[in-house]
């Protein structure tokens, strides 16, 4: 019997085990959901020339793959069965299938069903584009898997950073005998400055759209009605394999010497600072998650320093491939690693810091991963979860980018343009704002999911709803929230922005300060005796009644202003 291996769209890498023995290859592009909300036209745009480009690839590669367009996978599934029953597989027999387990919660089930449906069968084995499988979660968080209740408390938490060491243990990255290289698990401490004026990030690296790319534009803005920036201007994302892997050179190259350092910075007119931007890449799997963390580790190896020990303020002006930074060119370690053998005028080796690979690396094999078993366990309740029972509707600035407000107007507007806004604006700003506002979890996970380029369900609900929103403890013991002294300290928003960060009361006070503090009185019941809250509440209770009055009436106002889209 002929083998078919069906490939979701977020599954777009040929060098996958599961194509091993497959005879043939099948993708849907299932495009209803489309229709359903407005997404971003990059979003739409990203994931369809993904998927085009990826069926041109395994053809050329010698693939057999069959391409369905239709508007649903039943649709699409009935095509396929109806060819298949036209005798074009030449035996006549109801295919079956083989698929990786879908990243969606419900989905490998639902897909089985719709395949059954149709006389076929599907096999759903392990995702390979995750690098810890279900099992390895059980084994390491052992016991029974967590339960959110309708209070929205998860009667077991986890904590990233014990699941993080366990995983650095188990596949041996940044070890030294059984030890974390350089001493300490976590170098987050070296990891919270904001640059100086005169820094500059490394350029963005562009990947020009071509034909099959602007083919696949102009139908999704026609067929679609679409939300944010609708040209093709900015759209310079990856969507090939080796696209993919040339952003990963780029970044190794340019991004990660000041990755760790300004990682939670934020600045006025620079999206993307030295982050990676390879969350699209990696969540359509165009890459496997093995490869940064790998390529991070290897340049580290190659050339890497004591955590601080380079100075990217020393050094800025990363613009356009070859790099100011070459001024470390002839001191430091070696060449030629991954970091080094992207493009021309490239090979000089810039040191890389401990805390910059580790934060790096952090984030994919702690947080990636740790946020994908999250969801697995807790959905399907981490979807509704609303703790806090937070109601509003989101205040229109999110959807059209109107406000005074500097942070949140350079956030908002970073998602219209580019479908991209950085891991500190997407928690200090965007979600920090919608949970002291007391918005709805499950609209600001809808908004995210529609609006980012990298967005997925499994991936914004956990780190939406249960990072950003607090809807649950499930996975933090308290929620992010703070007052604009964060904003100010990580930032150069406050100092062009109308409203005053220093005050928390009155006309012209800074939104965030009053709705922080509101946001501490309403929710004190859940919140006073969780986790670390304690200092936050010594501060509550310092404030008199006439400083809450004032407090109170300020957010009233705020809530008021940024509900009519006048904040
Ligand atoms: P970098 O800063 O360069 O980080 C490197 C990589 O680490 C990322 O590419 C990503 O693969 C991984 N990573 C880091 N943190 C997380 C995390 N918390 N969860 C999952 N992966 C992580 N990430 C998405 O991929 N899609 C989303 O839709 C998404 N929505 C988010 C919503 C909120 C409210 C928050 C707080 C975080 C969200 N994240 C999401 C996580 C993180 O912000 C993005 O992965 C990151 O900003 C992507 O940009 P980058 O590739 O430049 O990341």
Same mark, same amino acid.
Request: proline share 6%; net charge negative; hydrophobic share 35%.
């Given at each position: 019997d002929r083998t078919t291996c069906w490939l979701l769209g977020d599954q777009l890498n040929p060098d996958l085990d599961v194509l091993d023995d497959a005879d043939e290859v099948l993708l849907i592009e299932a495009h209803g959901f489309a229709d359903r909300k407005p997404y971003h036209a990059h979003k739409l745009t990203l994931v369809f020339s993904a998927m085009r480009h990826f069926r041109d690839r395994l053809r050329e590669r010698g693939h057999d793959v069959t391409y369905v367009r239709a508007p649903s996978f039943g649709d699409g599934l009935d095509e396929f069965f109806a060819e298949r029953s036209a005798g074009t597989d030449g035996d006549g027999d109801a295919p079956d299938l083989r698929l990786m387990r879908p990243a969606s919660h419900g989905a490998g089930d639902r897909?089985?069903?719709?395949?059954?449906?149709?006389?076929?069968?599907?096999?759903?084995?392990?995702?390979?584009?995750?690098w810890t499988t279900p099992a390895d979660w059980r084994s390491w968080a052992g016991g029974e898997e967590t339960d959110i209740g309708p209070d929205g408390a998860a009667d077991r938490g986890y904590r990233q950073e014990n699941w993080y060491r366990h995983v650095r243990r188990e596949t041996g990255v940044l070890m030294d005998d059984g030890d974390p290289v350089g001493g300490e698990w976590n170098y987050d401490d070296a990891n919270q400055e904001?640059?100086?004026?005169?820094?500059?990030?490394?350029?963005?690296?562009?990947?020009?759209?071509?034909?099959?790319?602007?083919?696949?534009?102009?139908?999704?803005?026609?067929?679609?009605?679409?939300?944010?920036?609708? $040209?093709? =201007?900015?759209?310079?994302? *990856?969507?090939?394999?080796? !696209?993919?892997?040339?952003?990963?050179?780029?970044?190794? %190259? #340019?991004?990660?010497?000041?990755?760790?350092?300004?990682?939670?910075?934020?600045?006025?007119?620079?999206?993307?600072?030295?982050?990676?931007?390879?969350?699209?890449?990696?969540?359509?799997?165009?890459?496997?998650?093995?490869?940064?963390?790998?390529?991070?580790?290897?340049?580290?190896?190659?050339?890497?320093?004591?955590?601080?020990?380079?100075?990217?303020?020393?050094?800025?002006?990363?613009?356009?491939?070859?790099?100011?930074?070459?001024?470390?060119?002839?001191?430091?370690?070696?060449?030629?690693?991954?970091?080094?053998?992207?493009?021309?005028? $490239?090979? =000089?080796?810039?040191?890389? *810091?401990?805390?910059?690979? !580790?934060?790096?690396?952090?984030?994919?094999?702690?947080? %990636? #991963?740790?946020?994908?078993?999250?969801?697995?366990?807790?959905?399907p309740e981490l979807a509704d979860a609303n703790r806090l029972e937070q109601r509003r509707e989101l205040p229109p600035a999110y959807w059209d980018g109107e406000t005074d407000m500097?942070?949140?107007?350079?956030?908002?507007?970073?998602?219209?343009?580019?479908?991209?806004?950085?891991?500190?604006?997407?928690?200090m700003v965007l979600s920090n704002f919608a949970l002291i506002y007391g918005a709805n979890p499950a609209d600001l996970n809808e908004w995210f999911h529609l609006g980012f380029v990298d967005a997925y369900h499994w991936v914004t609900t956990p780190n939406v709803v249960a990072m950003g929103s607090f809807g649950t403890d499930v996975l933090s013991s308290k929620p992010y929230a703070s007052s604009g002294s964060y904003v100010n300290r990580m930032s150069d928003h406050c100092a062009d922005c109308p409203y005053a960060v220093s005050r928390t009361t009155g006309e012209g006070a800074c939104p965030f300060n009053a709705l922080y503090w509101d946001f501490l009185k309403e929710n004190e019941e859940t919140l006073r005796g969780t986790g670390r809250m304690g200092l936050m509440y010594s501060h509550v209770d310092g404030k008199d009644d006439a400083e809450w009055a004032e407090i109170r009436e300020r957010a009233a106002r705020v809530r008021e202003l940024a509900a009519a889209g006048e904040l």
């Amino acid at each position: 019997d002929r083998t078919t291996c069906w490939l979701l769209g977020d599954q777009l890498n040929p060098d996958l085990d599961v194509l091993d023995d497959a005879d043939e290859v099948l993708l849907i592009e299932a495009h209803g959901f489309a229709d359903r909300k407005p997404y971003h036209a990059h979003k739409l745009t990203l994931v369809f020339s993904a998927m085009r480009h990826f069926r041109d690839r395994l053809r050329e590669r010698g693939h057999d793959v069959t391409y369905v367009r239709a508007p649903s996978f039943g649709d699409g599934l009935d095509e396929f069965f109806a060819e298949r029953s036209a005798g074009t597989d030449g035996d006549g027999d109801a295919p079956d299938l083989r698929l990786m387990r879908p990243a969606s919660h419900g989905a490998g089930d639902r897909l089985r069903e719709l395949v059954a449906e149709r006389g076929g069968s599907l096999e759903l084995v392990d995702n390979e584009l995750f690098w810890t499988t279900p099992a390895d979660w059980r084994s390491w968080a052992g016991g029974e898997e967590t339960d959110i209740g309708p209070d929205g408390a998860a009667d077991r938490g986890y904590r990233q950073e014990n699941w993080y060491r366990h995983v650095r243990r188990e596949t041996g990255v940044l070890m030294d005998d059984g030890d974390p290289v350089g001493g300490e698990w976590n170098y987050d401490d070296a990891n919270q400055e904001t640059p100086p004026d005169d820094w500059e990030p490394p350029a963005r690296p562009t990947f020009e759209p071509d034909e099959l790319t602007r083919e696949t534009h102009a139908w999704v803005r026609e067929r679609f009605d679409t939300w944010g920036n609708d $040209s093709l =201007d900015g759209f310079a994302w *990856p969507v090939t394999r080796e !696209e993919a892997q040339r952003a990963l050179d780029r970044f190794v %190259r #340019e991004g990660l010497p000041a990755f760790g350092r300004y990682q939670d910075a934020m600045v006025g007119g620079e999206p993307f600072l030295s982050h990676s931007l390879l969350s699209p890449a990696i969540n359509l799997g165009l890459l496997d998650p093995r490869e940064p963390v790998r390529a991070v580790e290897r340049a580290y190896e190659e050339r890497g320093v004591e955590p601080g020990a380079y100075d990217p303020e020393e050094h800025g002006d990363a613009d356009a491939g070859a790099t100011s930074l070459d001024e470390f060119g002839d001191g430091a370690t070696g060449s030629g690693g991954p970091g080094n053998g992207g493009e021309a005028g $490239s090979d =000089d080796p810039v040191p890389v *810091p401990l805390n910059a690979a !580790e934060g790096f690396i952090r984030q994919v094999i702690g947080w %990636r #991963e740790f946020v994908r078993h999250v969801y697995r366990e807790a959905m399907p309740e981490l979807a509704d979860a609303n703790r806090l029972e937070q109601r509003r509707e989101l205040p229109p600035a999110y959807w059209d980018g109107e406000t005074d407000m500097e942070c949140l107007s350079e956030a908002v507007g970073h998602v219209r343009e580019f479908g991209y806004a950085h891991h500190i604006e997407r928690l200090m700003v965007l979600s920090n704002f919608a949970l002291i506002y007391g918005a709805n979890p499950a609209d600001l996970n809808e908004w995210f999911h529609l609006g980012f380029v990298d967005a997925y369900h499994w991936v914004t609900t956990p780190n939406v709803v249960a990072m950003g929103s607090f809807g649950t403890d499930v996975l933090s013991s308290k929620p992010y929230a703070s007052s604009g002294s964060y904003v100010n300290r990580m930032s150069d928003h406050c100092a062009d922005c109308p409203y005053a960060v220093s005050r928390t009361t009155g006309e012209g006070a800074c939104p965030f300060n009053a709705l922080y503090w509101d946001f501490l009185k309403e929710n004190e019941e859940t919140l006073r005796g969780t986790g670390r809250m304690g200092l936050m509440y010594s501060h509550v209770d310092g404030k008199d009644d006439a400083e809450w009055a004032e407090i109170r009436e300020r957010a009233a106002r705020v809530r008021e202003l940024a509900a009519a889209g006048e904040l």
